[in-house]
């Protein structure tokens, strides 16, 4: 019988770990399947510009992955038996239970809604497609004048009320946030951002929690009305509750708690890699949940797999965080790089051509998780016996 791998999820953590897992064990000796709720791949950091209202390039997963080996179970995944080594999947026919040797879990993360009462019943978010679906169709239904607030301070927000305000000029948006607008970027960075949201006309309301959301408004502590056709919840993000109630060891905020090779620390054969991971990076903090985290931890997932059931040796991944690429619209953005204690450093590169890197960089990473096996697959390292996997260097 083959070596079973499953892996959760198929976004920018998932679809690069299939591939290369695909790419370098031999298909004699692995069966590998993907089991993704979506059947195509999403380019999560366009979503919102898709809400916006712009049309993306549709990825189908089936066409991704053929000719790779790897199998596709589209369903969404409810339960992770951790004792039993089973994963509960739920499709249009059914029911279904998934048995697996290794797992790769990268189920990503979704609109953390802080327990704000009237978010998860009126509020939008752009954390997945649905709902970006969701919030596009409603922008659709309103006129000129229309309101839109959006909440939250942070780079999600930034994104979603630039490409908002300046896909639909013909809108009013807004933006409340507990701190500052962008408080955390450097001063070249921040006048830029100040700039950008002056240009695009968005009024801004710092050191303002939002506390209720209803269908037509959203009320601050100090009892304001903010009047909006709709509000964008872009508040933070949250993992899915699946890896807690699983019985894997997790963080307070649900983030599955790893050694430095991804496994979990409470069922090795278990890895994890994404937003779903916490793990310390090299500048002694948690890893913020990024592309290029995803980057990083899947290398690493991918990396202890192959050393693990094949008895290589596994190489460390640097766990590095550089900085933030926001886009502000499709024609500006602000590449700000942090120093080694992630604070923003002075400089800053914005504008056009930091927009022109932005769009390079994900049309690049969209093209190589579309090419998994690059035409190439390999197919060298086959099954070991008798290893087991070291615990050398444990973070966290
Ligand atoms: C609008 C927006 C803009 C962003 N911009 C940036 C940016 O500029 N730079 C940056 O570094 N990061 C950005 N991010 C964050 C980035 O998208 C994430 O950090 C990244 O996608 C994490 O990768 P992942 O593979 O862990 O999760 P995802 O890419 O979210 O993949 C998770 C996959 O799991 C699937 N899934 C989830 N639940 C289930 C289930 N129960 N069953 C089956 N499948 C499931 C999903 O459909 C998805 O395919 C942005 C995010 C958003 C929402």
């Known amino acids: 019988m083959k070596h079973r791998i499953v892996v959760l999820g198929a976004g920018y953590a998932g679809a690069f770990s299939a591939g290369y897992l695909a790419r370098q064990l031999h298909s004699d000796d692995f069966e590998i399947t993907v089991v993704n709720a979506e059947p195509d791949f999403v380019e999560r950091l366009r979503n919102h510009q898709l809400a916006a209202g712009q049309e993306l390039r549709h ?48 189920l990503g993360s979704t609109a953390a809604d802080h327990r704000v009462p009237g978010v998860d019943e009126y509020a939008f978010h752009v954390a997945t497609r649905p709902s970006a679906l969701r919030l596009r169709a409603r922008l659709d239904e309103l006129g000129e004048g229309g309101h839109v607030l959006v909440v939250g301070g942070n780079l999600t927000a930034i994104e979603a009320a630039t490409e908002i305000a300046e896909s ?19 001063p070249k960075a921040r006048r830029h951002l100040l700039r950008a949201f002056d240009r695009f006309d968005i009024t801004v309301h710092e ?4 506390e209720r959301v209803e269908a037509s408004a ?4 100090d009892g304001t009305v903010f009047a909006a ?33 991804m496994r979990s620390v409470s069922h090795p054969d278990v890895y994890v890699a994404g937003d779903s991971v916490f793990v310390i990076g090299e500048n002694g903090l948690p ?3 990024s592309c290029a985290s995803a980057g990083f931890t899947s290398q690493q997932a991918t990396a202890a797999i192959i050393g693990d059931r094949t008895g290589r040796k596994i190489k460390a991944t640097s766990l590095a965080y550089v900085g933030n690429h926001i886009s502000l619209g499709r024609k500006d953005a ?26 390079a960089i994900l049309t690049t990473a969209a093209w190589t998780l579309s090419h998994p096996t690059f035409g190439r697959p390999n197919h060298r390292y086959r099954l070991a016996t008798t290893r087991e996997p070291s615990f050398d260097v444990v973070a966290a």
Not at 207 to 210: D, Y
Request: with cysteine; hydrophobic share 45%; net charge positive.
């Open 168 to 186: 639909r000029p013909g809108l009013r948006v807004g933006l409340v946030t507990r701190g500052e607008l962008g408080g955390w970027l450097g």
């Open 229 to 261: 056709d709709a509000t964008v919840w872009a508040a933070g993000f949250a993992v899915h509750p699946i890896a807690a109630a699983s019985g894997l060891a997790v963080q307070p905020n649900g983030q599955i708690t790893v050694d430095r090779q």
């Open 334 to 359: 602000i590449f700000q790089l942090v120093d080694g204690d992630a604070r923003a450093k002075s400089g800053a590169l914005c504008g056009r051509t930091a927009a022109r890197v932005k769009s």
């Open 287 to 289: 890893l913020p949940m």
């Open 59 to 106: 990825r189908p997963l089936a066409e991704v992955f053929a000719g790779t080996g790897i199998r596709l179970r589209v369903a969404r995944v409810t339960d992770v038996d951790v004792e039993h080594r089973t994963v509960t999947v739920s499709d249009g026919a059914g029911i279904d239970r998934l048995g697996y040797d290794t797992l790769l879990y990268t």
């Open 218 to 221: 959203a009320i601050s502590a």
């Open 207 to 210: 050191h303002t929690a939002v």
